[in-house]
Nanobody, 127 residues
Framework: QVQLVESGGGLVQAGGSLRLSCAASGRILSSYSMGWFRQAPGEEREFVAAIKWSGENANYADTLKGRFTISRDNAKNTVYLQMNSLKPEDTAVYYC????????????????????WGQGTQVTVSS
């Protein structure tokens, strides 16, 4: 069993930055993928980024490349999402998730592939 706890959300002005953290506990293998998803009110859940726990590769939503960066610190069992140049449309609840299936190099952008989820952290970007 894996537990995920997000933190770092808050209110920020457009153009600002935030770094979200996802603290993971439990048995996490290097083959796991760790992902960030977001959901705005009235919208469907959206893939943001994901990374192999081994750190070998990462996957980003095309529309967010260049502004968002995912990373992990295995020693701290934590995954980060650095968000820069934030826009009001980035306002959403951000969720951390873990995919326990060994998909080798492949990192899924489908939320249904992820087995464990955190409770979410609210990010609000004001204009």
């Amino acid at each position: 069993q894996v537990q995920l706890v997000e933190s770092g959300g808050g209110l920020v002005q457009a153009g600002g930055s935030l770094r979200l953290s996802c603290a993971a506990s439990g048995r996490i293998l290097s083959s796991y993928s760790m992902g960030w998803f977001r959901q705005a009110p009235g919208e469907e859940r959206e893939f943001v980024a994901a990374i192999k726990w081994s750190g070998e590769n990462a996957n980003y939503a095309d529309t967010l490349k260049g502004r968002f960066t995912i990373s992990r610190d295995n020693a701290k069992n934590t995954v980060y999402l650095q968000m820069n140049s934030l826009k009001p449309e980035d306002t959403a609840v951000y969720y951390c998730a873990a995919d326990r299936t060994d998909r080798r190099w492949f990192i899924s952008a489908e939320g249904t592939m992820y087995d464990y989820w955190g409770q979410g952290t609210q990010v609000t970007v004001s204009s």
